[in-house]
């Protein structure tokens, strides 16, 4: 349930369809039946950082270690 107990530190905007997905970024897979479709408007009021995001091109993610860091953009795997 999308809850915002977790940060959003990873952030991907596809190349196949150009959606983007705002993640917390832990790999334990835990929550793999939790996503749920929402405004962009709903993810910039729980971190308004997204907005520093908003011209990252198709294939592209970015990731941080916690809120206060900074976003490092990487390329996607196709």
Same mark, same amino acid.
């Given at each position: 349930? &999308? /809850?915002?107990?977790?940060?959003? $530190?990873?952030?991907?905007?596809?190349?196949e369809d150009g959606l983007w997905q705002f993640l917390c %970024? =832990?790999? =334990?897979?835990?929550? =793999?039946?939790?996503? !749920?479709?929402?405004? $962009?408007?709903?993810?910039?009021?729980?971190?308004?950082?997204? /907005?520093?995001?908003?011209?990252?091109?198709?294939g592209v993610g970015a990731l941080r270690d916690g809120k $206060?860091? %900074?976003?490092?953009? &990487? !390329? $996607?795997?196709?």
């Amino acid at each position: 349930m &999308f /809850n915002k107990e977790r940060p959003i $530190l990873y952030v991907t905007h596809e190349a196949e369809d150009g959606l983007w997905q705002f993640l917390c %970024g =832990d790999n =334990d897979h835990s929550h =793999d039946d939790d996503y !749920k479709v929402i405004a $962009l408007e709903q993810v910039t009021a729980i971190d308004e950082s997204v /907005n520093d995001l908003y011209e990252m091109p198709y294939g592209v993610g970015a990731l941080r270690d916690g809120k $206060l860091s %900074g976003w490092q953009p &990487f !390329k $996607l795997n196709s």
